[in-house]
């Protein structure tokens, strides 16, 4: 007998994730229903083994309030604070998207002349550059090969670093949306962070290893 995975089969279905089910219901009941205290226990829906924690049987392993963060992170959805309904919906990305990051660009920064500017980094190996204040998108940075886990702005939010499983950290101009210096490592990068003087950039690689490397250009 042929094996088919389960994933193949919902598709042919049009059976959705469990999981999925679960994060649409909270999204509409924070949206459209009513607020539950940000305290409030809640089950994700996900099965994790934590090695070091313990929890008592049934307890759940996250707040009413960290599961909806997740999930509005996850989906890429804003949400505007003060008028408290979903601004803009993007859905760019054609996988699940891993992190997003604020630039440090706009009213009330450093960098009060420059638009503020999201960045979201996707499994679909691409990297949406989004406009926020129309909802547009500004750039799709498809420069890597595989899963991009860490996106970060320069401090003067000219620059975007990435990291991927590929094992390249590529350096972006968020102006331009185009790739200016790649560096190379042994092993898929998890996180990349710049100092504060935005000279120096930090990448954790998945070999056990951590490299800081010099940026300017020349």
Known sequence: MDRVRNDEIRDRLGVALIEEKLVQHRLRWFGHVQRRPPEAPVHSGIIRRNNDVKRGRG???LTWEDAVKRDLR?????????QDKCVFDF?????????????PTGPGTNNPNHQLLLASASFDSTIKLWEVEQGRLLYSLAGHR???????????????ASGSLDQCLHIWSVKEGRIL?????????????????????????????VCVMDFRID
């Open 59 to 61: 307890r759940p392993n």
């Open 74 to 82: 996850d989906w890429n959805i804003i949400w505007s604070m003060k």
């Open 91 to 103: 859905k760019e990305h054609t996988k699940e998207i891993y992190t997003i990051r604020w630039s």
């Open 146 to 160: 595989q899963p991009v886990y860490s996106v970060a702005f320069s401090p003067d939010g000219e620059y975007l």
């Open 181 to 209: 210096k790649t560096y190379r490592g042994t092993g898929g990068i998890f996180e990349v962070c710049w100092n504060k003087e935005g000279s120096k950039i930090a990448a954790c690689f998945s070999n056990n290893t």
